[in-house]
């Protein structure tokens, strides 16, 4: 139903337009406020890469934050992580995540971040306080933001964008009768837009994503699509029906889809009823991060990897190491 009213596809919208036209505004004196320093913005001592929306979630930001760090890495720099930690919650902040760290305390895109990169990861609701305890953990030469477009307490020497290029920006309409954060004409003034499938706009970056062999969760064995010869998916992620459309491209046999909302937390009981046969049970990897300690045999998860041409990410990182080279 959300997909339909923020889409346009459904009038619905029309009767939440006065609560956008609220939210806008709201949103706009806020950015003003920062824009002429009434309101104080917190500068690090090393580059701030923000990765971010302008609408709300499943425009594959994660995985491309998780390339992001990998590029830098084979370069040989050092890089921090900071996150809000959505899905999470913990009485003390900021958090520095290790191998310990649970899904319930720093949120699943954090936790999935640190297990793929290794990088050194913090999250607080107040990005500057992440910031801070990487620089008194470690030496590092960039901080990539995982989100916080928005969070302009935070200075920023790079702001680069993730537009879903099929859903692009729906109807329009900032929250809640559209997916909006802020306006489109917000891309004028940020430094790249990465566009992720779908229709891209020339001066965009194209982006996709891609999966092919599945892990197993429990015993991290892999195996190709044909290993299956029917399933159940599931995903807790903003927009599922990318994800299942995926599988049945990839030619996995899925004979039920079960959505669940964005950052769900999950428990064996809820799980285990998907699959009373105990068919595969096929999930993203985002899902997978939460299962980890309960997971059964039967469940795998589907890791997936950001394509981007070679000229426009040789242009992307160059931009980005220059950064640090001017820092040094």
């Known amino acids: 139903m959300i997909e339909r009213i923020w889409s346009g596809k459904s009038p619905i919208y029309l009767f939440?337009?006065?609560?956008?036209?609220?939210?806008?505004?709201v949103s706009s004196i806020r950015q003003f406020c920062y824009s002429i320093s009434w309101l104080k913005s917190w500068k690090a001592p090393c580059p701030v890469v923000v990765v971010g929306n302008l609408t709300v979630g499943g425009n594959g930001k994660t995985p491309f934050v998780i390339w992001l760090v990998e590029q830098l890495h084979i370069k040989g720099c050092r890089v921090g992580v900071v996150s809000r930690g959505y899905g999470g919650y913990s009485e003390n902040y900021p958090i520095l995540l290790d191998i310990k760290t649970s899904t319930d305390e720093a949120g699943d895109e954090a936790v999935l971040i640190?297990?793929?990169?290794?990088a050194i990861v913090a999250v607080a609701p107040k990005r500057s306080d992440a910031i801070k305890v990487i620089l008194a953990y470690s030496v590092v030469d960039i901080i990539i933001t995982d989100d916080g477009l928005q969070h302009y307490a935070l200075e920023r020497d790079l702001e680069l964008v993730l537009v879903d290029g099929v859903r692009r920006?729906?109807?329009g309409w900032w929250l809640p009768a559209g997916p909006m954060r802020e306006r489109a004409g917000r891309l004028r003034s940020v430094d790249a837009v990465i566009t992720n499938g779908g229709k891209v706009v020339t001066g965009e970056i194209p982006?996709?994503?891609?999966?092919?062999?599945?892990?197993?969760?429990?015993?991290?064995?892999s195996c190709t699509p044909d290993f299956f010869k029917s399933a159940v998916a599931m995903a807790g992620i903003c927009?599922?029906?990318?994800?299942?459309s995926t599988l049945r491209q990839l030619g996995v046999s899925v004979t039920e889809v079960v959505s669940f909302s964005d950052h769900q937390k999950y428990?064996?009981?809820?799980?285990?009823?998907l699959t009373p046969d105990n068919q595969p049970l096929i999930m993203t990897e985002k899902d997978a991060v939460k299962c980890r300690d309960f997971a059964q045999y039967n469940w795998w998860y589907l890791p997936v990897n950001v394509k981007i041409p070679n000229d426009k990410r040789k242009e992307l990182l160059t931009k980005i190491t220059a950064l640090i080279l001017e820092k040094h």
């Open 267 to 273: 428990n064996v009981k809820i799980l285990k009823a």
């Open 169 to 171: 920006f729906g109807n």
């Open 114 to 118: 640190y297990q793929r990169t290794r």
């Open 207 to 221: 982006m996709s994503l891609s999966g092919y062999n599945f892990v197993n969760i429990q015993t991290r064995e």
């Open 239 to 244: 927009y599922p029906t990318s994800f299942f």
């Open 16 to 25: 939440l337009l006065p609560f956008s036209l609220l939210y806008g505004l």
